[in-house]
């Protein structure tokens, strides 16, 4: 059982506070905040989920820049916590469209019926989006989505200066439309988040994909959803067959994963014969599938570093980024970031010639180097050379005492994966409907990382 829930900002402000049982002090929120931004416990730079103050357990999760803190005298299983405030998080999105600290200040009366119908007295009572409908009397507040910064997944589908259409990210579930109709859409979203680790020598060593197909409806009476996905799809690798006892062969496609778990909603009758999912998609938005692919699959990005000593006190560093893949997409907010030996002093940049929307940074504080670029062409090449001044002699190999290289990056419309929503069907009412039906795929660095 949780005996406090509440929300902070990043200044440490109380959005929300909810005391379910009265077995912590009134100060909690302030203790949490103290120790957290001064935490200095093990050399950590940022304190863990879950810690322990004068008996008090904190458990906390950061979403889009708000802090998610549960806090409890019993000893709860941490997973338990965590995974509550991070559906806690996704109700609270569903029903005001937006999260951030504006939208909850604006919808507080709402917010705190949510959380008194999703926690009784400490326990938990239901994180369904669907069944909170027939609970919940307030009408959310709209905030207008054009003028807020893109944060995290917010920006995840921008293309160039333009919102890929019909975006799913900033609206409602329970909010109509102006007018009093509800538009009827549904969203697919094929999330692919990759890991690679690559060689000295630009060889990868290691590989992985943990992807997600996310879906956002606003189908009202919710209808039954067919979901096709490639038919050559293969699940587990013994011999190429499935690893999941659906009655039959997964056969050798061409896109194999290693493994995978579905929603609860989802049927898996006819997955195994011709890979379509079905289901009855619940309010809000949830995952329909979770997987996971270890096979070698092309890299978005190929990474070259070399170092070269200039002198006893001075050497260069070229980095060399080129994008594989296809020249119709881009990639956006490429950030590449590169430790520097411990004794470098000042660094000066030089980017190539008719570069535009890049931007260099030496972190002095952990001698770090940082290059930026807004947006990345497929099949484009960009260089860095930076000059490194140390304040003493280097006896030993620089290029042990730097790296590695790793990289950040948001690509939309593609996935390594190649896993892919042939169609998706909707189980028609009449002749005259038909809802709008979005399909987007998104490839995002989890760790990408190059040796030196």
Not at 23 to 29: I, Y
Not at 145 to 157: T, V, Y
Not at 419 to 435: E, R
Request: glycine share 8%.
């Amino acid at each position: 059982m949780i005996s406090q829930l509440f929300v902070l900002s990043q200044r440490g402000d109380s959005i929300v506070f909810r005391d379910y049982r009265g077995d912590v002090p009134k100060g909690s929120a302030e203790i949490f905040f103290r120790k957290v931004k001064f935490w200095k416990e093990d050399g950590g730079e940022e304190a863990p989920p879950v810690f322990n103050v004068d008996g008090v357990n904190y458990f906390h999760v950061k979403v889009v820049g708000l802090l998610f803190v549960a806090t409890s005298r019993t000893n709860l299983p941490p997973s338990l916590v965590l995974e509550l405030l991070q559906r806690i998080a996704r109700v609270i999105k569903d029903y005001l469209g937006v999260l951030n600290e504006d939208s909850l200040r604006k919808n507080f009366v709402l917010v705190y019926e949510l959380l008194d119908e999703v926690v009784d007295f400490g326990y938990v009572q239901t994180t369904s989006t669907e069944i909170l409908k027939s609970y919940i009397f307030n009408e959310p507040i709209m905030v207008d989505a054009g003028h807020l910064p893109p944060l995290g997944p917010a920006a995840m589908f921008m293309q160039g200066t333009k919102r890929m259409p019909g975006t799913a990210i900033t609206k409602s579930v329970v909010a109509n439309e102006p007018g009093g109709r509800k538009r009827e859409e549904i969203f697919v979203d094929i999330i692919e988040k990759i890991s690679i680790t690559f060689s000295s020598s630009g060889y990868i060593l290691t590989s992985e994909i943990d992807g997600t197909i996310q879906m956002k409806s606003y189908l009202t009476g919710n209808p039954e959803i067919r979901l096709a996905l490639n038919e050559d799809l293969s699940i587990g690798r013994a011999g190429g067959r499935s690893v999941y006892d659906y009655g039959g062969s997964a056969g050798s496609g061409a896109v194999v994963l290693d493994d995978c778990n579905f929603h609860e909603s989802v049927h898996l009758d006819s997955f195994d014969v011709d890979r379509t999912l079905t289901l009855v998609p619940p309010d809000g938005e949830f995952p329909v599938m979770n997987y996971r692919i270890t096979q070698e699959f092309k890299p978005p990005f190929r990474i070259n570093t070399l170092i070269e000593g200039a002198g006893s006190l001075k050497a260069e560093v070229i980095l060399k980024i080129r994008a594989e893949f296809p020249s119709d997409i881009t990639a956006n907010t490429i950030s590449v970031q590169m430790p520097l030996p411990t004794y470098t002093s000042r660094v000066s940049f030089e980017l190539e010639p008719g570069a535009v929307g890049q931007t260099t940074d030496f972190k002095e504080s952990n001698k770090r180097l940082e290059w930026s670029l807004k947006k990345v062409l497929g099949g484009s090449d960009h260089t860095l050379r930076a000059k490194l001044t140390f304040s003493q002699e280097s006896h030993g190999n620089i290029t042990k005492e730097a790296g590695p290289v790793s990289m950040t990056f948001t690509i939309p419309m593609h996935n390594p994966s190649r896993l892919q929503v042939k169609y998706l069907q909707i189980a028609k009412k009449s002749k005259t409907y038909n809802p709008y039906r979005w399909v987007r795929y998104v490839t995002q660095a989890n760790s990408y990382v190059a040796r030196i």
